[in-house]
């Protein structure tokens, strides 16, 4: 690394470092969630990187929909960020709604798709539209409950679980907590080690629930160098 370089890496803010920074504050308000959109708007201002704006979907999600068609059928993206994964169920045919609490996340997508086909909406988990609950023949979780606290995270995952329609689909992708973790990580413990705070098995098996049942769990090493496993998971209505 010649001296340019290791100038440059020295005053570039670490993504991941300032995702983590902002979440802290948000917890310490007891706001689990209000980080995500000050960190887009500081990405969409030039101040910061998105850590998950990788370029392309998931490679799990990718694996899982190989030789899945979507015509004819519904699918909804949770927490779909600057928009990769619902870009990409879409271009399978799925008439997709997509969307993220942050309203910088909406816009920036908005911009960086403008023909795309997608629906993208400002909405809240906590608090979607009436006509969402169980209205979609697929819904695709990635990344997202992941990103929150122990202390939302069931709630979370029930209200990802309503959105499934009856013979719908639920898809999970997320990182895999790493073997010999502790599974009772209080708040504190969360804020100084993530987001993300990746899922136990016991957390991925747990979005079975509300008349959900589980098609299948596995566990595939990371796409590239680093990193966590992940975690690719189905259930079914």
Do not use: N
């Amino acid at each position: 690394m010649d001296s340019a370089t290791s100038a440059t890496s020295a005053t570039t803010p670490d993504p991941d470092e300032r995702a983590r920074a902002l979440a802290a504050v948000s917890l310490e308000q007891g706001d689990p969630t209000g980080w995500f959109e000050r960190l887009y708007a500081e990405a969409s201002e030039g101040s910061a990187v998105v850590p998950w704006d990788v370029g392309h979907p998931q490679a799990v999600l990718v694996d899982w929909a190989r030789e899945r068609r979507g015509e004819g059928r519904s699918a909804l993206v949770v927490g779909c960020g600057l928009g990769r994964d619902a870009e990409f169920f879409s271009g399978l045919g799925y008439t997709t709604t997509a969307f993220d609490i942050s309203e910088s996340a909406v816009r920036t997508t908005r911009a960086r798709f403008p023909d795309s086909r997608v629906e993208y909406v400002i909405a809240d988990l906590f608090d979607v539209p009436a006509a969402w609950r169980r209205g979609f023949d697929l819904v695709v979780e990635s990344l997202t409950v992941q990103s929150m606290p122990r202390s939302v995270r069931e709630r979370a995952t029930a209200a990802v679980a309503e959105l499934v329609a009856p013979g719908g689909t639920l898809v999970v992708s997320a990182a895999c907590r790493p073997d010999g973790a502790a599974d009772d990580a209080d708040d504190a413990d969360d804020a100084e080690a993530g987001p993300p705070w990746p899922l136990t098995e016991k957390e991925i098996a747990a979005f079975a629930t509300g008349g959900l049942t589980t098609v299948s769990i596995e566990r595939k090493p990371p796409a590239g160098p680093g990193g966590f496993d992940r975690w690719i998971a189905e259930f079914r209505r």
